[in-house]
Nanobody, 122 residues
């Protein structure tokens, strides 16, 4: 029943800004590491940005200096802002979150969002 709901995709202009959001739908205890990934046609999914629960961030080389990942632990949400958009940013973007269901357990399950398509005009 628990799932990730993404929003913010669509058409964007070169040089513009993309803002994506991903929120947990359903009841969970907490969320650990979260991240954004993207997938080009015919290629495997790749990491864009990752943030730990305490705020440590890692960005892919392709978006360093342009991307900002953030989270709201109270809302179990993660956000991505990508500035100075380029044609290479055109892809389907997926949210990933480590879901903890129980307070006394260290076990977690990774869930993926449904994917949101982003197209940047060239």
């Amino acid at each position: 029943q628990v799932r990730l709901v993404e929003s913010g995709g669509g058409l964007a202009l070169p040089g513009g800004t993309l803002r994506l959001s991903c929120t947990v739908s359903g009841n969970v205890f907490k969320v650990g590491r979260v991240g954004w990934y993207r997938q080009y046609p015919g290629k495997e999914r790749e990491s864009v940005a990752i943030i730990t629960r305490t705020g440590s961030k890692v960005y892919a080389d392709s978006v360093k200096g342009r991307a900002t990942i953030s989270r709201d632990n109270a809302k179990n949400s993660v956000y991505l802002q990508l500035d100075r958009l380029m044609a290479e940013d055109t892809a389907v973007y997926y949210c990933n979150q480590e879901i903890y269901y129980y307070k006394v357990s260290y076990d977690y399950v990774e869930l993926w969002g449904q994917g949101t398509a982003v197209t940047v005009f060239s």
